[in-house]
């Protein structure tokens, strides 16, 4: 059975599901935006665990469009996968790099056995991608394959993100 695809208005640190990905950067040790509210709400154990993710190379634990998973503790969502999209910087292997975020989080769902699985607008914010491009591609990669979840669902803070989004999965 193929996942259902939702997209809602909403925080994403109130989801409940069985993982919420946050847009983290490179260290993996908190920051703004989504990341920053997703620490507050799993608490310091949240940052713990990060500090665990063993560096790939001096400074990094997660390079930008892999994906690393770690406990939710205080969220209501069990895990946090955390992933890193591109500083959007108007170049083509902008898309494939947003590509490869959302790809490689819902691979590592589908790995642990996971099914609903909550995503916010990965480097919308911070890191400038617009909305409704960050849109098309997080659309084409849910439709690369039947994901082996029960839902994925795309949780956007504001209303132009939303709209950007909604009509991008329909
Ligand atoms: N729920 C849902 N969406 C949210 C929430 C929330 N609680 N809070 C913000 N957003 P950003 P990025 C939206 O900047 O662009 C951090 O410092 C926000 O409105 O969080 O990938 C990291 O540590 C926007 O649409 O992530 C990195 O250094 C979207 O989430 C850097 O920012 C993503 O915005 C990553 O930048």
Redesign the pocket.
Known sequence: MSASISVVR????QQDVDAVVN???ERML?????????HRAAGPELLEACRAVPEVSPGVRCPTGEARITPGFRLKARYVIHT??PVYAGRSSDAERLASAFRSSLQLAVENSLQTLAF??????????P?DEAAVVAASVVSEQDWDLVEIRF????DS?YDAFDSAMH
């Open positions: 909403g925080d994403l640190t847009a983290a950067n908190g920051g703004g935006g989504v990341d920053g509210a997703i890193v999209g916010p607008a990965i480097s919308c914010g911070v890191y400038g991608y909305a949780v956007l803070f504001s993100v």
